[in-house]
C-alpha cells in the first residue's frame, strides 16, 4: 500500500505565497510521474501542475509563471511552490502519484492524497 500526505495548505491574502509539499510512503518501487490537482466547491478536478521522473513539467494556463512544480526523487516528495496567489486559486489541492510498486513491476498504480485547502482572501 502507497499513503500520499499533503501539507502546507493554509488561509494567505491575494498576492501571497504558500508551499506545499506531498510526501509519498510505502511499497514504492519507483514513481513515474507525480502532480497536483484542484478541486474548487462546485467545479470539476482540475490538473494545476504536473512533473516525470525526467523532470520535465506541465502547467495550467492560468497558473504558468506564478506556480512552481518540483521533486525530490530520493524522498519522493513533490513540491507546489505558489506565488502572486489569486481568490481564484482558492480550493482543495489534491497530490496523485504513478507508483510502480514492489509486487508489479509491470504496471503502475495511481493514488491521491487526502486534500490541502488553500484559501486566498482579504
Known amino acids: 500500500q502507497v499513503h500520499l500526505v499533503e501539507s502546507g495548505g493554509d488561509l494567505v491574502q491575494p498576492g501571497g505565497s504558500l508551499r506545499l509539499s506531498c510526501a509519498a510512503s510505502?511499497?514504492?518501487?519507483?514513481?513515474?510521474?507525480m502532480g497536483w490537482y484542484r478541486q474548487a466547491p462546485g467545479k470539476q478536478r482540475e490538473l494545476v501542475a504536473g512533473?516525470?521522473?525526467?523532470?520535465?513539467?506541465n502547467y495550467e494556463d492560468s497558473v504558468k509563471g506564478r506556480f512552481t512544480i518540483s521533486r525530490d526523487t530520493g524522498k519522493n516528495t513533490v513540491y507546489l511552490q505558489m506565488d502572486s496567489l489569486k481568490p481564484e486559486d482558492t480550493a482543495v489541492y489534491y497530490c496523485?502519484?504513478?507508483?510502480?510498486?514492489?509486487?508489479?513491476?509491470?504496471?503502475?498504480?495511481?493514488?491521491w492524497g487526502q486534500g490541502t485547502q488553500v484559501t486566498v482572501s482579504s
Open positions: 512533473i516525470l521522473s525526467g523532470g520535465s513539467t
Open positions: 510505502g511499497s514504492i518501487f519507483s514513481i513515474n510521474a
Open positions: 496523485n502519484a504513478e507508483v510502480v510498486l514492489h509486487s508489479d513491476y509491470e504496471r503502475f498504480y495511481v493514488y
